[in-house]
């Protein structure tokens, strides 16, 4: 069965440190990975996906097939980056998502 | 970029009472709309899939006739919670796809509260 494991429910960091939000996934097939990230009173949005291979505001996140895992990270964080974040996973051929369970970002100044 | 539209955003309503919540693709067309339940603090619950013209397909635990969904085009997908009770109260989410794969777009979300 799918799963998508977000180990971490909160992550605090300072300014300016380093940040890494872990995700790791079971699936059988070829999985699509998907971060999104949902600001305080807004709406989920689409950070990135990691066949498209891009960094989305500092942040970049690697397919790790080895490893089952899609971490996202960012060299440096800052104050606006604190949002929740889920990994999601999309099976191939399929048009569901399944979401992790979240990690909430603080980035305090 | 794709927008997903939901409305009404926040609704207040006496159990028993029936709610319909619309999720509305605004420029393009979504084959599939989903939607979800997110309580407090949690992370999103996929209630069921829906695909235009035909039954929406439920995630195991939902109760179908007790959240109605009809896709009647490709941009209209609705939600009712009918009689409706306390515990129903939450934050519904739909979101849209247009091909498969591809990632969703999402909706701000209707927060629901029966008292």
């Known amino acids: 069965a799918q799963r998508v494991t977000q180990p971490e429910k909160l992550l605090s960091v300072f300014k300016g440190a380093p940040v890494e939000l872990k995700c790791n996934y079971s699936?059988?097939?070829?999985?699509?990975l998907f971060w999104y990230v949902q600001y305080s009173r807004q709406r989920l949005q689409l950070l990135l996906r990691?066949?498209s291979r891009e960094s989305i505001k500092g942040f970049t996140a690697d397919l790790n097939k080895g490893e089952t895992s899609f971490h996202l990270k960012k060299p440096f964080a800052q104050e606006e980056d604190s949002a929740m974040y889920y990994c999601?996973?999309?099976?191939?051929?399929?048009?569901?998502?399944?979401f992790g369970s979240g990690t909430k970002l603080n980035v305090k100044p | 970029g794709a927008v997903v539209s939901q409305h009404p955003s926040w609704v207040i309503c006496k159990s028993g009472t029936s709610v319909k919540i619309e999720c509305r693709s605004l420029?393009?067309?979504?084959?599939?709309m989903f939607w979800y339940r997110q309580f407090p603090k949690q992370s999103l619950m996929l209630m069921a899939t829906?695909?235009?013209?035909?039954?929406?397909?439920?995630e195991q635990g939902v109760e179908k006739d007790k959240f109605l969904i009809n896709h009647a085009s490709l941009t209209l997908s609705t939600l009712t919670v009918t009689s409706a009770h306390p515990e129903d109260s939450s934050f519904y989410i739909c979101?849209?796809?247009?091909?498969?794969?591809?990632?969703?777009?999402f909706g701000d979300g209707t927060r629901l509260s029966i008292l």
């Open positions: 699936y059988s097939g070829s999985p699509e």
């Open positions: 420029d393009f067309q979504a084959t599939t």
């Open positions: 990691h066949i």
């Open positions: 829906s695909n235009e013209g035909s039954k929406a397909t439920y």
């Open positions: 979101s849209a796809l247009d091909r498969p794969s591809e990632p969703q777009h």
């Open positions: 999601a996973l999309s099976a191939s051929g399929f048009n569901k998502f399944y």
